[in-house]
């Protein structure tokens, strides 16, 4: 169980404002062997090797969005009312000396009004301007170290604006981008984008010097954003300036690819892998995962394969020998319906033998 919630919970905190829909989050902490999982409006951090709960933060909406985990940085929550950085090094402890019971007595007055006139002033938040639930959280990495993420943030949502904070002056918004499309994944690759560029080499008019020259000189970075615009999948292309020398700046070039018709439905995930895009639609029932030595799809519906798809390919000496095969056998068929009329015709005629 990895909260309770309740008149017996005893959390001596503010009524949080319960959304409607369930949204579950998990953000894995891969290095320290963590895991957040936000139920509701609850972020609780599980120690995955003794799968034991260690921390438990309470926010006053429902938790929609949590960013990837990265070190020495604080991880980003996002709710319907704003976006959060939580520091979980500096962990609010779960008690253990205090046995939560589900027949537990309802609390005293005591504790009821030191939940609703708790002095202690909530975290810093960036608030919304229209309060939507924020889909997707991307910390942007750094150019010249794609392990180690910059103090820039993107935030997209249900709105039409990707919204872009700087963590070394949140909450302040620091640019926007106007999308026009609900953003449902944000993702990111560690090399500039220009649209000018991007035709030339769609023609193949790049030449190798400048393919060099850009390869040594280029700076800056490219946002990949997918969602879904008129019920359509919309696959959008940003370039993005050096997030780690931006110092406030703006961070977005004159430079942008926006395709409103790249799936039949909504893109609800989109990732990168090396030079290629992935996406998932809504349409779209497999799944793909990776368990880091084999790569695997799972549908639930009609079956993906057939027997014969894993069957040894025959060789092209092979499939040359049985086209001759089957080509006689048709013409020995052929000839064996000729001569079978022939006789009967021959019947008929009356010149048949005695």
């Known amino acids: ?78 709710t319907s009312l704003g976006i959060h950085l939580q520091d979980f090094r500096a962990r609010a402890r779960a008690p253990h000396d205090v046995v ?16 609703v006139f708790d002095p202690k002033p909530l975290p810093p938040y960036a608030a919304l301007y229209q309060p939507t639930p924020t889909i997707s959280i991307l910390h942007l990495p750094r150019t010249e170290s794609p392990d180690i993420v910059s103090d820039d943030i993107y935030v997209s949502g249900l709105s039409s604006n990707i919204l872009h904070y700087d963590r070394r002056k949140f909450p302040s918004i620091v640019g926007t981008i106007h999308s026009g499309a609900q953003i449902k994944s944000l993702t990111s690759l560690p090399c500039p984008f220009s649209t000018h560029d991007a035709e030339l080499r769609r023609r193949g008019e790049l030449s190798a010097k400048h393919v060099a020259r850009m ?25 993005l300036s050096t997030a780690a020398e931006s110092a406030g700046q703006e961070m977005l070039h004159n430079s942008a690819m926006k395709n409103r018709t790249a799936a039949s439905a ?37 079956p993906l394969f057939k027997a014969k798809d894993f069957e040894v390919a025959d060789s092209e000496a092979a499939t040359e020998d049985g086209e ?31």
Not at 215 to 239: F, M, N, V
Request: charged share 25%.
């Open 1 to 78: 169980m990895l909260t309770l919630d309740g008149p017996g919970s005893q959390k001596g905190q503010r009524s949080p404002k319960v959304d409607t829909g369930i949204i579950e989050c998990v953000s894995v902490n891969n290095n320290d062997h963590r895991a957040f999982f936000a139920v509701k409006s609850y972020l609780v951090e599980v120690d995955l090797n003794r799968l034991e709960v260690v921390s438990r933060e309470s926010f006053k909406r429902s938790i929609t969005a949590l960013s990837t985990v990265h070190d020495g940085v604080p991880l980003t929550v996002g």
């Open 100 to 115: 939560e019971r589900l027949d537990a007595s309802p609390r005293d007055d005591a504790d009821v009004l030191k939940a």
């Open 215 to 239: 390869k040594s000189t280029g700076q800056g970075q490219t946002l990949i954003a997918g969602g879904g615009y008129k019920t359509r999948g919309s696959l959008e292309i940003y370039g």
């Open 266 to 302: 909504t893109i609800l995930s989109v990732t990168n892998h090396g030079t290629k895009i992935g996406q998932e639609r809504a349409n779209d029932d497999n799944i793909l995962f990776w368990t880091g030595e084999k790569l695997g799809m799972v549908s639930f519906t009609t």
């Open 324 to 354: 001759r095969k089957r080509v006689y056998k048709d013409g020995m068929r052929k000839a064996l319906a000729w001569q079978a009329d022939e006789v009967r015709f021959m019947g008929t005629s009356g010149m048949g033998m005695a």
